[in-house]
């Protein structure tokens, strides 16, 4: 009985550490997870950034030529 106690134990700790190890590959699909969403606001906010300063310089040709400055 004190063997089979000791085997069942043993399973139940193997058990645990494996559900530990589950812990740390979560962690790690969630870091790439922000990662790729990091890396997609940076592309998304300069490809903004890019449009944005072409309708300010479309506006201020606008303005230039209608006040007529050079």
Do not use: D
Request: proline share 1%; aromatic share 8%; hydrophobic share 50%.
């Amino acid at each position: 009985m004190k063997h089979l106690t000791r085997l069942l134990n043993g399973a139940s700790e193997k058990l645990v550490a494996f559900r530990n190890q589950e812990r740390g590959a979560t962690a790690t699909e969630y870091s790439l997870l922000v990662g790729f969403i990091a890396i997609v606001i940076v592309a998304g906010v300069g490809l903004f950034g890019t449009a944005l300063n072409s309708s300010f310089g479309f506006l201020t040709t606008g303005i230039r030529t209608a006040l007529g400055i050079p």
